[in-house]
């Protein structure tokens, strides 16, 4: 299936999709690392259109994704029309990822990677493609230097493909999760230092569901201690105190095993427990 432009795209966003589908068809066979992310699901959109039968896409379950994103990249494999896997990784196991230390990321992806490894030199010896941008290499991402060292190639990174770009193509192709909000690793609502548990992140998963339930797809539950902190886009804040029963919340998250809950009234910053390490 190739996918026809629906919408208007710049000559600069043009030209990076035609980079894009060229890079790609270039590649005998592809295992696309598919976390369901807007990223990772136009570089499975295009390997699928490029390669057909010739792409897979694979999914890392564990832990520190939320189920509800994993019920989310099964159905956009399915509208894609790649052939989906899912493997399960362990890096809960992992001192160098359960510490929680700054390079956490590094252990996860590692541990991802040797899983992914494994799968795609049973399917012809596949080349393994994720969706890192190139935004992504300007900011604190310590699995970056894991994928690259497992042989990974960033087609988004390599084409310098930024996620505005990302997003304005992936809607001119009609792909219906184009303006899905980012939802990194769920760890990453847990201050470094502080010991990573499936028992937290499944609370963190849970929370952010039961807020995402109500109406608001933006959010982050930053698990600090037993308390759990609320952000919201700072514009959606005054809403949020309006639709959402404050006791219904209070109830739940208590039921979940946190033990105070607030709301951040900066408002949610992408990446705010690493305000400190970036500004070093």
């Not at 990453?188 to 998963?205: C, K, N, V």
């Amino acid at each position: 299936m190739f996918y026809s432009q629906l919408e208007f795209l710049t000559d600069s966003e043009q030209r990076q999709l035609k980079l894009l589908r060229e890079f790609i068809k270039d590649i005998n066979h592809a295992c696309v690392a598919f976390s369901g992310g807007v990223d990772s699901s136009l570089v499975a959109t295009i390997a699928q259109e490029q390669l057909g039968s010739k792409a897979f896409a694979v999914t890392g379950v564990s832990p520190s994704l939320a189920p509800y994103l994993l019920k989310q990249a099964r159905l956009q494999a399915d509208w894609i029309g790649i052939h989906h896997e899912e493997c399960q990784t362990n890096e809960i196991n992992e001192p160098n990822y359960f510490k929680n230390p700054q390079n956490r990321c590094f252990a996860c992806k590692q541990e991802l990677h040797k899983h992914l490894n494994q799968i795609a030199k049973k399917f012809h010896n596949s080349q393994v493609l994720d969706g890192v941008n190139h935004d992504d290499l300007h900011d604190f991402r310590p699995g970056i230097k894991a994928s690259n060292q497992a042989g990974v190639i960033s087609p988004l990174a390599e084409l310098k493909i930024n996620k505005k770009s990302i997003r304005s193509i992936s809607k001119s192709l009609g792909l219906p999760w184009w303006d899905k909000p980012a939802q990194p690793c769920l760890a990453s609502r847990i201050p470094f230092g502080e010991e990573i548990s499936a028992t937290r992140l499944a609370q963190i998963a849970l929370a952010e569901e039961w807020i995402i339930n109500q109406g608001f797809s933006k959010v982050r539950v930053r698990s600090q201690g037993l308390s759990a902190r609320i952000e919201l886009p700072a514009n959606e804040i005054d809403n949020f105190l309006k639709v959402v029963q404050r006791k219904k919340l209070i109830k739940y998250f208590l039921y979940l095993g946190f033990h105070s809950i607030s709301l951040d009234l900066e408002g949610f910053v992408s990446g705010k427990l690493i305000r400190d390490i970036k500004s070093t």
